[in-house]
């Protein structure tokens, strides 16, 4: 294509380093029999390439320095790839570390070898390497809480069929003769509510069926107080099986609990002594028993919620350890103790996953926190992702309590071995954690502290034992990624007072974690945060786009000279928090602000241009992704939705695949979207799936099984993420893993669709979603959709050896465009309704005819220019937008629609003061219900500026940046541009300045063992000079094409 420059180096500069098993630096506790094996080659100069490796690994690091590969030895493999190598040694061992290194050859014959020592170290293989049993500890109040509570409605109305918008106020009359220690108020309904307490509005929840629990202890008066629900009958869900029904279950269910400082409890559950009556009326009468707790008739509201669990036991070690690990998870969350220090830095851990299906385990190297003599083991244990409602209908995936498994494994210098485990001689306690629940936040008591209790000689004698839990066949399984942490801190900038006692934090960033409190004053002092994205006018806190979730911690003082608190077991999405019950007046250091991701590392990815606009672009994606992937890909990290939704990720995972390393977490979420795929083939819209559209089979109503279905582009991320992954990765194992159930989801939507047009078996078809003009076909869009999976299928299938898979769908591809021509595309060129996505999805999926192209193109165009040269494009159609216009000649409107402030634009948002992707265009102006402010979809257009605008891409036809391609797209409304980006190969960098007119300047850094080909903006190489050498290259369109291999390059145009 060009010439390739030649130069040689020293081998001695060419060692191999950052070495990686399973794209891990020395991973502890891996389950995976036969690991992938990466690294890099540290060369700068020229050309330098691989041309053979050979792996060593061995069973201690003595053997491996010693050049004693006694576990594998690849031998001299004649092969330029480093990435993806697959161990193909001895049959490794539960918990054996496994030390390597890499010797590679050049292409001058030299070798080189590693000087890192790398490692991994195994987990547990097989179920029988788990000594540990499963258990858990019941609060002895959980079930007093429940007895007495019945389902009420109004006297005299069938409650199973109420018309929508049906409203009854409930009534109780509480006494209390003295001020509690606590009390709280817990609802659960079918429908709508509003709770008040002594005329103080405390909650207002919409369709939420799972126990809510309030705090009201601030608002309990000594003598009567009056508690105060308004139930609202519910409208269907749009999207789920019950949509268009005309009359609905409502009921109420509700308990008030007094805890007393002695002791003692009231409880007040609904009942028929409840007073009730319709809102319109005003003469109460006794409510209606509908039924208890356990009536199938208003579905299982789940448990009321309990507070956390302490669960400790101590044990007697005869020497100093040699080493010690520990293997633990939990259905729930936990933080884990030895002789009273923490055990890692992670945070909600387990991660979350199906757990029907699937729990992770973390492992610990904890030698270092064990002493001869006594030792105590302890382990905090709340709800987390587990245990807290996380869809519409409440979400519990098994009955309570949570429940811990946990195996310490310790050696002994004189080879001795020794397993501590959790089973029935543990015992447990009431937790300080009085509340927690990943939607609704934290309350901790810290006046229930019991110091001391993890570590040892601590008087438990109170304590009552841990029972060993049944629990139904999941498989425990070590994770492939990283646990979430805190990664960074953040000072507030500013505090102001809206009203008396009234203070609100602002972070200056949407950002995702929770806040550090630093507080003094009396026991008992209740200190409530809550949080929120946006302000409203009065400046107070705007929390209506929260919806359910309440998004509070509390912390109750136990009256220390000085108390510190960040919630353990919850996070939240935030600019802003509203300090309300501070004894005094916080100043700006009361609270630090404490981000949490599953992204420890740095971007990987560096954008930096003329554009102020662009610059920001790239800045408040780094800050939306960094939130919104922690343990999933949430779509959004504030609301009563933290879910892995599908699309978002799907039409994002390029984006984010350049600004972080996700290799592993990607690996992770494709397990997930193989646990949530059903037996039928569907992938569904959430992974894990926790959305309530399924049931049991006797439930399994054609239209239920039809909305567990993914929706096009939803369900279709169950492919575009492997398919994302292989091209930014290399990654063709993920490929082999998941094929069955990628060509599962494939035979799932031909079976429906034997005409090639996607109109059945699309799920609730969310179609192009958000877009300003909502008129695209949806199954014009589905069917393209369709199309680019099947392209997908046929480049991965090729990429693995499937020839016969590869041809298949390359053929399903043609049978796809002939139908979508013969449905969708007139003979003047105009596609469906004439959208902008309608056009741009017949054009990036090359489902129009050759010739009509430029016609499509025309018309898009227009439609742009029609709009004040504005999009109008959705979830769907705006990942391909500025794609398609480039793609064909149109890189001067591509710019204009990036570099516009005005709505509908991703400027728009900017310039109102976003730091994070909003979900709307019009988020200032949107649906309150539908309104997050740190939403990533949108985002997905940062992908074309590193790949168009840097230029920074990778061939298709040697996927992760093997060979890259180096195309920026100019315009004279940016004059420079420098993009960094650390793909598995090595830092690729590029900068460059000027016009495609001239002058023009490029720098590129292509890293070792791979090739680049290099796009520049001239009419001939007589024009092109590097580092101040003619150069010969080759003609394409209005670019010339050099090729060369690593190392630096200058190119300037004359």
Same mark, same amino acid.
């Given at each position: 294509m060009g010439v390739l420059?030649?130069?040689?180096?020293?081998?001695?500069?060419?060692?191999?380093? @950052?070495?990686?098993?399973?794209?891990?630096?020395? *991973?502890?506790?891996?389950?995976?029999?036969?690991?992938?094996?990466?690294?890099?080659?540290?060369?700068?100069?020229?050309?330098?390439?691989?041309?053979?490796?050979?792996?060593?690994?061995?069973?201690?690091?003595?053997?491996?320095?010693?050049?004693? +590969? /006694?576990?594998? /030895?690849?031998?001299?493999?004649?092969?330029?790839?480093?990435?993806?190598? +697959?161990y193909a040694g001895s049959k490794l061992e539960s918990r054996h570390r496994y030390y390597w290194k890499v010797r590679v050859w050049d292409e001058r014959g030299q070798l080189s070898e590693s000087t890192e020592t790398s490692w991994w170290e195994m987990g547990f293989l097989t179920p029988d390497d788990w000594k540990a049993q499963?258990?858990?500890?019941?609060?002895?109040?959980?079930?007093?809480?429940? %007895?007495?509570?019945?389902?009420?409605?109004i006297a005299g109305q069938d409650a199973l069929k109420v018309e929508p918008n049906t409203s009854a106020v409930f009534r109780e009359l509480v006494n209390i003769p003295e001020k509690p220690r606590e009390g709280a108020l817990f609802i659960a309904v079918r429908g709508n509510y509003a709770a008040r307490v002594n005329g103080h509005e405390v909650s207002r929840k919409r369709a939420w069926t799972s126990f809510d629990r309030q705090d009201i202890t601030d608002l309990l008066v000594v003598g009567e107080n009056t508690i105060e629900v308004t139930v609202t009958a519910g409208t269907p869900l749009p999207y789920g099986p019950d949509a268009g029904a005309k009359t609905v279950p409502v009921a109420l269910a509700a308990l008030v609990k007094i805890s007393h400082f002695d002791g003692s409890v009231l409880r007040f559950t609904t009942n028929e002594n409840w007073a009730a009556k319709l809102e319109s009326q005003s003469s109460w009468q006794p409510s209606q028993v509908i039924g208890d707790l356990s009536d199938k008739r208003m579905s299982d509201p789940g448990p009321i919620p309990q507070p956390a669990v302490e669960l400790r036991r101590e044990f007697d070690l005869p020497e100093r350890v040699l080493s010690a690990r520990l293997y633990v998870t939990a259905l729930g969350s936990y933080r884990v103790y030895l002789n009273g220090k923490r055990v890692?830095?992670?945070?909600?851990?387990?991660?979350?996953?199906?757990?029907?299906?699937?729990?992770?385990?973390?492992?610990? /190297? $904890?030698?270092?926190?064990?002493?001869?003599?006594?030792? +105590?083991?302890?382990?905090?244990?709340?709800? !987390?992702?587990?245990?807290?409602?996380?869809?519409?209908?409440?979400? @519990?995936?098994?009955?309570?309590?949570?429940?811990?498994?946990?195996?310490?494994?310790?050696?002994?210098?004189?080879?001795? @071995?020794?397993?501590?485990?959790?089973?029935k001689s543990w015992k447990g306690a009431v937790a300080p954690v009085v509340h927690s629940e990943i939607y609704s936040g934290e309350t901790y008591d810290a006046r229930l502290e019991q110091k001391g209790w993890e570590n040892p000689r601590f008087d438990d004698s109170r304590w009552t034992s841990a029972t060993v839990a049944e629990l139904p066949r999941i498989s425990v399984s070590s994770e492939s990624t990283l646990p979430a942490q805190v990664v960074a801190t953040l000072k507030a900038e500013r505090v102001t007072q809206p009203a008396k006692g009234t203070y609100i934090f602002d972070m200056g960033q949407n950002m995702v974690g929770w806040v550090s409190l630093k507080v003094k004053g009396r026991s008992g002092t209740r200190v409530r945060l809550r949080f929120a994205e946006i302000l409203n006018p009065d400046g107070t806190i705007y929390t209506e786009n929260l919806r359910n979730a309440d998004a509070t911690d509390i912390y109750v003082l136990k009256g220390d000279?000085?108390?510190?608190?960040?919630?353990?077991?919850?996070?939240?999405?935030?600019?802003? $928090?509203?300090?309300? !019950?501070? *004894?005094?007046?916080? /100043?700006?250091?009361?609270?630090?602000?404490?981000? $949490?991701?599953?992204?420890?590392g740095e971007a990987v990815g560096r954008l930096t241009t003329s554009s102020d606009l662009i610059n920001k672009m790239w800045s408040i994606g780094i800050w939306g992704q960094r939130g919104n992937f922690l343990s999933v890909?949430?779509?959004?990290?504030?609301?009563?939705?933290?879910? !892995?939704?599908? !699309?978002? +990720?799907?039409?994002?995972?390029?984006?984010?695949?350049?600004?972080?390393?996700?290799? %592993?977490?990607?690996?992770?979420?494709?397990?997930?979207?193989?646990?949530?795929?059903?037996?039928?083939?569907?992938?569904t819209n959430v992974s894990p799936n926790t959305l309530p559209f399924g049931g049991s089979d006797a439930e399994m109503t054609p239209a239920r099984r039809e909305?567990?279905?993914?929706? *096009?582009?939803?369900?279709?991320?169950?492919?575009?993420?492997?398919?994302?992954?292989?091209?930014?990765?290399?990654?063709?194992?993920?490929?082999?893993?998941?094929?069955?159930?990628?060509?599962?989801?494939?035979?799932?939507?031909?079976?429906?669709?034997?005409?090639?047009l996607r109109k059945k078996g699309v799920g609730p078809n969310f179609a192009d979603w958000l877009a300003p003009d909502e008129h695209t076909d949806k199954d014009l869009l589905a069917t393209a959709y369709w199309a680019l999976l099947a392209?997908?299928?046929?480049?991965?299938?090729?990429?693995?050896?499937?020839?016969?898979?590869?041809?298949?769908?390359?053929?399903?591809?043609? @049978?796809?465009?002939?139908?979508?021509?013969r449905a969708y595309i007139k003979d003047n060129?105009?596609?469906?309704?004439?959208?902008?996505?309608?056009? $741009?999805?017949?054009?990036?999926?090359k489902m129009a005819p050759k010739e009509l192209e430029p016609v499509l193109v025309e018309k898009l165009v227009k439609d742009i220019e029609s709009r004040n040269w504005h999009l109008s494009t959705g979830f769907l159609g705006t990942p391909f937008l500025l794609f398609t216009l480039a793609d064909h000649g149109r890189d001067d409107v591509a710019y204009r629609l990036l570099l516009n402030d005005t709505y509908p634009s991703w400027g728009y948002m900017l310039s109102k003061g976003a730091t994070t992707w909003w979900e709307r265009w019009n988020g200032d102006t949107g649906d309150p219900a539908m309104n997050s402010y740190n939403h990533y979809a949108f985002g997905s257009v940062v992908a074309w500026v590193y790949r168009y605008v840097a230029g920074i891409d990778s061939a298709l036809s040697s996927p992760g940046f093997k060979k890259i391609v180096v195309h920026p797209h100019l315009d004279p409304r940016v004059t420079f541009a420098r993009g960094e980006y650390d793909s598995i190969y090595g830092k690729i960098v590029t900068d460059w300045k000027g016009t495609a007119q001239g002058p023009f300047k490029l720098s590129v850094t292509i890293p070792a063992n791979t090739t680049a080909d290099i796009f520049l903006p001239a009419a001939s190489s007589a024009e092109v000079t590097e580092s101040g050498k003619n150069v010969e290259a080759q003609r394409k369109g209005d670019s010339l094409i050099v090729s060369v291999g690593s190392g630096f390059y200058t190119f300037e145009l004359k």
């Open positions: 420059f030649v130069a040689f180096t020293d081998s001695a500069s060419a060692r191999p380093f @950052h070495l990686r098993c399973e794209y891990l630096e020395n *991973p502890v506790g891996i389950d995976k029999t036969s690991p992938q094996l990466s690294w890099q080659s540290n060369n700068t100069e020229r050309n330098w390439e691989q041309t053979a490796y050979q792996i060593l690994v061995a069973s201690s690091l003595e053997n491996l320095s010693t050049g004693k +590969a /006694d576990v594998w /030895d690849s031998g001299k493999t004649n092969s330029d790839e480093s990435v993806g190598i +697959a499963w258990i858990s500890w019941k609060n002895p109040e959980a079930d007093a809480d429940r %007895a007495g509570i019945r389902w009420i409605w890692g830095s992670d945070v909600l851990t387990p991660e979350f996953t199906d757990y029907r299906k699937r729990v992770l385990y973390q492992t610990y /190297d $904890v030698g270092s926190l064990l002493a001869k003599g006594k030792n +105590a083991i302890g382990a905090t244990l709340a709800d !987390g992702w587990y245990g807290s409602g996380l869809t519409w209908v409440g979400m @519990h995936f098994f009955p309570p309590p949570n429940r811990l498994l946990a195996q310490l494994e310790i050696d002994y210098a004189d080879g001795r @071995h020794e397993t501590i485990v959790t089973d000279e000085e108390e510190q608190f960040s919630p353990q077991f919850t996070f939240h999405g935030f600019r802003y $928090v509203q300090v309300t !019950g501070y *004894p005094g007046t916080p /100043d700006k250091n009361a609270l630090l602000g404490e981000v $949490v991701s599953s992204l420890r890909p949430t779509d959004c990290p504030q609301r009563d939705e933290r879910l !892995g939704w599908m !699309g978002d +990720a799907g039409v994002f995972w390029r984006t984010g695949s350049y600004n972080f390393d996700i290799a %592993a977490f990607s690996q992770k979420f494709a397990a997930d979207m193989v646990d949530a795929q059903t037996p039928q083939g569907a992938f909305n567990m279905v993914g929706a *096009p582009g939803w369900g279709d991320a169950g492919i575009i993420i492997p398919w994302t992954t292989w091209i930014q990765y290399g990654n063709k194992d993920l490929i082999e893993r998941n094929w069955d159930s990628m060509q599962h989801w494939m035979e799932f939507i031909l079976s429906g669709n034997p005409d090639f392209n997908m299928m046929s480049e991965m299938a090729h990429a693995v050896g499937k020839e016969a898979d590869a041809k298949r769908y390359t053929e399903l591809v043609d @049978h796809i465009r002939a139908g979508f021509q060129g105009e596609v469906g309704t004439g959208t902008q996505t309608s056009y $741009v999805v017949a054009l990036y999926t």
